[in-house]
């Protein structure tokens, strides 16, 4: 683990971030190596700085709110904030820098010269820890765990009975090196966890012990669950693979026992695609959502927006392009010129940030799109989509929630906002099809409204039921995934405070309090069963909310949810009573000897393979505490 002179409690900084400790900044383009001088170096004087007050601070000091603020940025090594100039998530914001003004801002922010010494990672895997067990194939299927996007841990999954669950304890800390957030769920195959990193580090460790099996180093931070898929028939022959998309638009295989990389692909040309939903397998092919970040830019002059979502179907084998479906037909044109003279294309958005469900029976992918980022918005926005698995044609369309143009600009005031903005109300919770205790089916959609509802998936013209659980906001309401056990539906509801988002002040009074925590429905009627509010414990820390924004786990007999506070919970799934809850907010000595810390639990949240939970914690950007850690439970911490 590497924090460069720092440690996380809390989601808080506590070394001074304004003092270079030892600084050789100045030293090292030209000596590598040389020693440090004794006092330490005002960081506003090393030549990065200028460059980072020019070209930088307007978007990480406050005024985009998407973009991470500095102090997260600080705490990144300068390697990884390198990498995301050159050829990550900010290379297009980078453009005309040279190299060298690349490395002096990572340098700058970073307090931390290139090739400085970093603590100890997790030790590397030996003897029966290092080997694989194909003989166990996966019993998930990525991020949802089920083709349905149920997020529901069978008993032969879990292997956890809910009479254990007091008892879990801290079993060991994987602490993340480079890392202010922690967004890649883990998953469970061949006795190993696999996951991705900030920093772009894929790993698979050993799921008892936590040790290095082996680490896949990818150029851009992974943020999606990896799939590992089960193998059947001739498969059985071949090496197990893993695949994932990267935060630059690109998916990749990799052998699931070596790391070696088998083929890698970009899903669109846009130079703000990004891989947000995780993809899913399914019959040989790989189904994978594409999103972007260019709602969340705010470049003066910047012609906003032509980005178009997609679903792009792949030969899992070869990475070959079988389909690719965008949830928006036509090309976006100029409709209009802003006050500062840069011109609107639209329409535009509708990307697809939430992870596919599979339908087999009916031969349907289904698919939730996100907000159109520029007016008039058009009916493909905030939609349910059902695509054929095979060709890629829409079979029907059902949106949700009409009118929704929205970008960042509406968060800050500035004139890219849509002239009639909208509540940013996609769906980024993935569609769930479950099948109901009398044996019919229903398609069970979460939005960032609060509001959960259910439609037939063979007669989808209207809803058969709908119930507003929270107050919802531009971070929900219901984000990252409910849960359903075949009996309930599980929703998490985050609804923070304050989100920040000016546009949305007078609507959010409007709406009336905000109602954080975990609910059980009915999802027969839809009908509440019961609720589980969340208790505040931030006691007035920055960044700290007690409610829901993570996926949520459902077991025989429990749900294991993360919250914005950074406790992971377990709840009765018959009462909504916790059972059992830990802090990973507090420090702990990680894997190898180094500090972790969590801090807000986002994304994908806890999950339950073979007898103990895993949860990453740190969702270190949105306003939300940072971390490091991926915490493992199990019963009497054996």
Known sequence: MRLMKTSLIGGSLLASLGVVAAASLGLVAAAGGAEAPKAALDRETLPGAAVYHQRCQSCHEGQAPKAPSKVFVQMLSPESIYRALSVGIMQTQAAGLSDADKRQVAEYLSGTPFGAPQPPEAPRCAGQAAQFDLSREPAVEGYGLTAGNNHDASAEAAQLDPADIPRLALKWVFGFPGTVRVRSMPTYAYGALYFGSQNGTVYAIDAKSGCIRFEFQDTAEVRTAVVVPKRDGAELKQAPRAYFGDIVGRVYAIDATSGKELWHRRMDPHPSTTITGSPVYHAGRLYVPVSSLEEAVLLPGYACCTFRGSVVALDARTGKVLWKHYTIGEQPRVVGVRPSGSKIYAPSGAAVWDTPTIDAGRGLLYVGTGNNYTGPANHESNSVVALDLKTGAQAWSWQVTAGDAWNAGCMVGVDNCPASPGPD?????????????????????????????????DKHDKP??????????????????????????????????????????????????????????DPMTGKLLWSSPADDVCGGRAACDPGILAAIVAIPGAVFAGHMDGRVRAYDSATGKVLWQFDTTQAQT??????????TIGGGGPVVYDGMVYTNSGYGLYGHMAGNMLAAFSVDGR
Do not use: C, E
């Open 425 to 457: 109300y996609d769906i980024g919770s993935g569609v769930l099809l479950g099948t109901l205790p009398d044996g019919t089916q229903r398609l069970m959609i979460g939005l960032k409204s609060g509001i959960v509802i259910a439609i037939d998936p």
């Open 590 to 599: 990680a894997l190898g000897g180094a500090k972790a810390s969590g801090g």
């Open 464 to 521: 058969l039921w709908n119930n507003r659980l929270g107050r919802g906001s531009v971070q929900g309401g219901i984000q990252f995934g409910m849960a359903f056990d075949g009996t309930r539906l599980y929703v998490p509801i985050s609804d923070m405070a304050d989100t920040g988002d000016a546009s949305s002040k007078k609507r959010d009074a409007a709406a009336g309090p905000i109602h954080p925590g975990l609910y059980g429905l």
